[in-house]
């Protein structure tokens, strides 16, 4: 599936492909509704229909991403609220061994996230993931997310990888097509982000639901820095 003796450089997604994306979808979907319902007393469902229209709006958009936006068109601290479900908040199963393996092998690992600045911290704070990566960027540092062209410009300036040599890894097909517009060659899909939901069948990229199907190639080729 993958040639890793070609990799020299490990671009990776957070939330649904090292994180656990149960979290996410159960705040967006069903704990920020119910207390936007209670906020602006409103039926659930209500509440619910009317996030979900306005999520689709901005969908795949800097401001989707955003927690200053979401705060200010919900009027709710948001980051306060994803505290009170922050048990939820952890890595996907078969992440550790396959960052590890990724570190050990001397690649350049670095973490390239849509996520808010904020909620990257309070990933963080929960999950110590910092400590697998050379770097971490959030998207919010250029003002565009990862389905744009501009993201990709702006990160290689200041993250100079080789696109030839470089894997970049995302649960998302809109991310993985505009990484591939920009010329990332080597691409894989994560099949299933979110723990609680069947693994999607996924065609256009190759796919996996088990990084550990990895490792003993990672380990075999080792990259010397």
């Not at 704990?31 to 709006?57: D, F, G, T």
């Not at 709710?76 to 952890?90: A, C, F, G, N």
Request: aromatic residues 10%; negative net charge; hydrophobic residues 40%.
């Amino acid at each position: 599936m993958l040639d890793w003796s070609k990799i020299e450089t490990v671009l990776l997604d957070m939330d649904g492909t090292i994180l656990d994306l149960h979290f996410d979808n159960h705040f967006w979907l069903e704990h920020l509704p119910k207390r936007y319902s209670e906020s602006k007393q409103l039926p659930l469902k209500e509440a619910q229909q009317e996030l979900l229209n306005h999520y689709e709006k901005v969908f795949g958009t800097i401001a989707w991403y955003c927690l200053d936006y979401w705060a200010e068109q919900t009027q709710l601290p948001i980051t306060q609220l994803k505290r009170e479900v922050d048990h939820l908040i952890q890595l996907r199963d078969d992440a550790h061994d396959f960052l590890v393996a990724l570190r050990n092998s001397g690649r350049r690992v670095v973490l390239v996230t849509n996520a808010h600045p904020d909620s990257l911290s309070l990933k963080i704070e929960k999950t110590k993931l910092d400590q697998y990566f050379d770097k971490l960027y959030s998207t919010h540092e250029f003002g565009v997310s990862k389905e744009s062209q501009m993201l990709w410009q702006a990160l290689n300036k200041v993250e100079p990888f080789n696109s030839d040599t470089t894997l970049f890894v995302d649960d998302s097909v809109a991310i993985l097509q505009s990484a591939q517009q920009f010329g990332i060659k080597h691409l894989l899909a994560v099949a299933n982000p979110d723990s609680q939901k069947p693994v999607k069948n996924i065609s256009s990229f190759p796919a996996t639901s088990n990084f550990d199907e990895f490792i003993e190639a990672i380990m075999a080729t080792p990259i010397a820095r």
